[in-house]
């Protein structure tokens, strides 16, 4: 029985020079990425007639695919006009994914498991994606951890970092749970499954200080900035699963959804608390705004 290949909403994908609509085929067996995971993407939005932080999304793909091993093909800014002209064949009525790719077309000559550079291969691919900002989540402690720079390709929006990613949110729905606490090789709390965290703790507002187990995200710093400007004291720490167990607030950001209260951490009720609720309100008048900090 075949599988229906088709995308679940409207899609349009820009390569090799032309815009195509639906899924077009790219990757065939034979290429390094579908056999050996040479795939790195970005993930920006377009939503309510602004696309905040694109630029910074489209300068992001190009470390990632350098980080790689791969030779970037386009300049940001070449993907971010892209980005804008494709965001002009969709209605506008619902929100977009925006998502620069590049990937390896064959391994490197006399090893066949790194890529050959010469090789990379571009696209961007946008959807039409509802964002669900502000939707409230439960998370579980998982039993899976982050890996180090030196176990994977941390330093890189890699698609081969999603599977662990993937295996932790089914761990946790196993469990009732929307999503999962993940923890860095030591220990500490690193984010959730699929987005950046934050507690709160007597007024201060604390995230996991980056340490190359999880990706630092534009949307991370730029709630943080926000925040500071609007006269909060935000730290970056390294922070214990107790930490967060004991935190008078708890939510995640990210490019996907933006701010997302966190309601329940394991059996441990939680409220939707107001900084949250500030921070997604300073972050959507910015962007409408399009103000830098």
């Known amino acids: 029985m075949s599988v229906d290949t088709a995308p679940r909403s409207t899609t349009w994908t ?4 032309q815009w195509l ?3 077009p085929p790219l990757i065939g067996p034979t290429s390094h990425a579908m056999w050996l995971a040479s795939t790195v993407f970005d993930g920006a939005r377009w939503f309510d007639g602004v696309a905040p932080d694109l630029d910074l999304h489209c300068q992001r793909i190009n470390r990632s695919a350098a980080n790689m091993g ?8 070449e993907i971010e006009a892209l980005a804008l002209e494709g965001v002009k064949k969709f209605d506008g009525k619902m929100a977009i994914y925006i998502k620069p790719m590049y990937w390896a077309e064959h391994g490197m000559p ?8 010469n090789s990379t291969r571009f696209a961007l691919c946008l959807f039409e994606a509802p964002m669900d900002a502000g939707k409230p ?5 998982s039993p899976l951890r982050r890996p180090s720079p030196e176990t994977a390709m941390t330093d890189a929006k890699a698609g081969s970092l999603y599977p662990n990613s993937g295996r932790a949110i089914l761990e946790a729905r196993s469990r009732g749970f929307d999503n999962a606490l993940m923890r860095d090789m030591n220990g500490n709390v690193a984010e959730s ?3 950046n965290i934050f507690m709160v703790k007597d007024g201060v507002v604390l995230t996991p200080v980056p340490n190359r187990t999880f990706l630092a995200g534009i949307t991370r710093s730029r709630v943080i900035g926000l925040l500071r400007q609007a006269g909060f004291e935000v730290r970056e720490a390294t922070l214990s699963v107790e930490d967060f167990r004991e935190a008078d607030e708890i939510f995640c950001s990210g490019n996907y959804s933006k701010v997302s209260p966190v309601v329940k951490l394991d059996d441990r009720e939680l409220q939707a608390g107001p900084v949250a609720r500030k921070a997604l309100d300073l972050y959507m008048d910015w962007a409408r705004l399009g103000a830098d900090v």
Do not use: Q, R
């Not at 820009?14 to 020079?17: C, E, F, L, P, T």
């Open 14 to 17: 820009y390569v090799d020079g």
């Open 21 to 23: 609509p639906g899924n």
């Open 70 to 77: 791969m030779k970037p093909t386009m300049t940001a800014e």
């Open 110 to 117: 006399g090893s066949v498991v790194a890529p050959d550079a």
């Open 137 to 141: 989540l439960t998370l579980t402690v």
């Open 193 to 195: 499954a699929s987005a």
